[in-house]
C-alpha cells in the first residue's frame, strides 16, 4: 500500500509517519502531485496558522489538487481546518471539501484547548473498535460547529464537530498520532478503509 503524507511545510509529519510505521507501515513525504494522486491513502497533517498554511498549498498548487483526490483523505488538525469552506483564522478561505466555516473559541473557554478531551457521538468505520468517550490529544484555538458532516463530537464549553466525513474525506481535529493506543487504532483503521 502507498501511503502519502503531504508535506507543503506546515505539520508535524514526522511523528505521524513514526506512528504509521509503529503500525507496520511505510509513508512517504510528498507535495508532488503525482505521487499524491497515485497513493492508496493520503495523509494531510497541519500545525500552525490557517493563512500561512494556504498560501504554502498554493504556492505548490496543492490547493488544487487535493479536493479532486478520489482515494482516502484523512485532515488532521488544521489540516481539517483547511478541508473547510472558510476560516476565521487570517481570514482564510479553505478548500470546500466540507460545507462549514471554523470560528474561533470565545466563551469562557480557555484557549487554547490544550490536552485530553473525550470523542461521542462516533459514526463511522474510522472508530471501529473505538468506545464512546475515549479521549484523545488536542491543540487548536479554532472550532468546527455540528453540521451534517459531523462523524465525532467533543464537548469543550460548547459541542463541536471533532471528526468529520464527505464521502472519501475525513477530517479530525485531534492528533490520533499523539492519542496512546486510541489514536493509534483510528489511524490503522483509516489505513484499511
Not at 11 to 34: H, M, P, T, V, W
Not at 61 to 77: A, E, F, R, Y
Not at 81 to 100: A, H, P, R, S
Not at 117 to 122: A, T
Request: charged letters at 20%; glycine letters at 8%.
Amino acid at each position: 500500500m502507498k501511503i502519502v503524507i503531504i508535506n507543503y511545510g506546515a505539520g508535524n509529519i514526522q511523528s505521524i509517519k513514526f506512528a504509521i510505521q509503529r503500525l507496520g507501515y511505510e509513508a512517504i513525504l510528498s507535495n508532488n502531485e503525482d505521487e499524491i494522486r497515485n497513493a492508496d491513502k493520503v495523509i494531510f497533517p497541519g500545525v500552525g496558522e490557517a493563512s500561512s498554511a494556504m498560501k504554502m498549498l498554493k504556492s505548490t498548487g496543492l490547493d488544487k489538487v487535493i479536493p479532486t483526490l478520489k482515494q482516502p483523505v484523512l485532515g488532521i488538525c488544521l489540516g481539517m481546518q483547511l478541508m473547510c469552506k472558510y476560516c476565521e483564522e487570517g481570514d482564510t478561505n479553505g478548500l470546500n471539501i466540507f460545507d462549514v466555516d471554523v470560528i474561533k473559541f470565545n466563551g469562557n473557554e480557555k484557549v487554547p484547548q490544550i490536552g485530553w478531551n473525550q470523542i461521542e457521538n462516533l459514526k463511522s468505520d474510522l472508530f471501529k473498535g473505538i468506545k464512546e468517550k475515549e479521549y484523545m490529544y488536542l491543540v487548536h484555538s479554532y472550532y468546527v460547529p455540528i453540521n451534517n458532516e459531523t462523524i465525532a463530537v467533543t464537548n469543550y464549553g460548547l459541542k463541536y464537530a471533532s471528526a468529520l466525513r464527505e464521502k472519501n474525506f475525513y477530517g479530525v481535529q485531534f492528533h490520533p498520532e499523539k492519542s496512546s493506543k486510541a489514536g493509534a487504532q483510528i489511524l490503522k483503521n483509516f489505513l484499511e478503509l
